[in-house]
């Protein structure tokens, strides 16, 4: 099993600043995922980790991945209204199952 | 096109009764997935599916059965509904490569009564 934690559970933040939600994941994989997903809604695929040190940026989103801390941040730079939503982490473990961290419940607020 | 469609959206059964999700992808794709996603938000992965595997999660009771009448399907039957299985379930469906990101269905409201 790959036991995959997020923090914040919650994060509530105020329009224009800056933050980082962590995860932290159990086994030495080098693939982490991030998805999205709105209220009554399904999941969004936002980023795919690849390798230690790897860095995707979309708007005002970025993730990045340390494998050897086995580690990855997603940052929200100015954060805006619409970012608000739940995001999680996901990772494959070492048996082939896909699992999702706990969530980050993320609000941004005007 | 809807690239991962599931049907129905809504679920409201009584308990012990047995109901079926059907999940249809137009992707190509070789792999599909059903998850549980919970009150809590919590998502749990519950199968995945190709069709030379079947890899169940050993923590999902035997009442989950999944069954795939051909590459673009893979529907969820349940057996003697109980009140903890008012959930989303989500199908999704990705190739089998590690680097391919899985796409999601718009999730199916279970609610048991």
């Known amino acids: 099993e790959l036991k995959v934690e997020q923090n914040p559970l919650f994060l509530s933040m105020q329009e224009g600043k800056n933050y980082t939600i962590y995860c932290n994941y159990s086994t030495t994989s080098d693939r982490l995922y991030w998805y999205r997903q709105d209220p009554g809604k399904s999941l969004e695929s936002l980023f795919v980790l690849l390798s230690n040190g790897a860095v995707k940026q979309e708007g005002r989103l970025m993730a990045s991945l340390d494998t050897k801390a086995r580690l990855s941040t997603l940052h929200i730079t100015a954060a805006v209204h619409d970012l608000s939503a739940t995001y999680f982490c996901a990772g494959w473990s070492t048996g082939n199952q896909f699992y999702f961290g706990t969530g980050t419940s993320l609000t941004v607020i005007p | 096109d809807t690239a991962v469609s599931q049907t129905p959206k809504y679920l409201v059964t009584q308990m012990g009764n047995d109901k079926s999700i059907k999940c249809e992808q137009n992707?190509?794709?070789?792999?599909m997935y059903w998850y549980k996603q919970d009150s809590k938000k919590f998502l749990k992965i519950m199968f995945s599916y190709n069709n030379k595997e079947l890899i169940i999660n050993e923590t999902v009771p035997n009442r989950f059965s999944p069954k795939s009448p051909d590459k673009a399907h893979l529907n969820l039957h349940i057996n003697s509904l109980e009140l903890g299985d008012s959930a989303v379930y989500f199908c999704a469906s990705s190739q089998p490569r590690d680097e391919e990101t899985q796409y999601f269905g718009p999730g199916t409201r279970l609610l048991v009564l």
């Open positions: 992707l190509g794709h070789d792999t």
